[in-house]
């Protein structure tokens, strides 16, 4: 890879262009806010990891397409990270994980 074009967002700036996208496909979820941080991944890799509270649990396929949509539009500008969305929904607990409704 030519890591003369890499380019890292801030956190904002990766927030700023996934925030409309979330709020599209998952505006019929009760999407509240998103969280965004970076983090090393096991093979110490930075990677992007996002935390949308939403109010519905969010089908698997949907979820997976959002993911590929942000990943797609950070890509054009330049953010090669590995993005991992997860939802969170209010008054869930780690002990109750959303299951695959899609």
């Known amino acids: 890879m030519n890591t003369a074009k890499m ?8 927030k700023a262009v996934a925030e409309p996208i979330l709020r599209k496909n998952f505006a019929t979820y009760g999407i509240g806010d998103t969280g965004v941080i970076e ?3 096991f093979d ?3 990677i992007i990891r996002m935390t949308t509270h939403v109010s519905k649990p ?10 590929d949509k942000i990943q797609q539009k950070l890509r054009k500008q330049g953010e090669d990270r590995f993005v991992i969305l997860e939802t969170q929904r209010q008054g ?3 002990e109750t994980p959303d299951e695959d409704v899609g």
Request: zero cysteines; a negative charge.
């Open 92 to 94: 869930a607990t780690d």
């Open 39 to 41: 983090e090393k991944d």
């Open 7 to 14: 380019k890292y967002l801030t956190e904002e700036e990766v």
């Open 58 to 67: 969010v089908p698997t396929n949907i979820l997976i397409d959002v993911v």
């Open 44 to 46: 110490g890799t930075f």
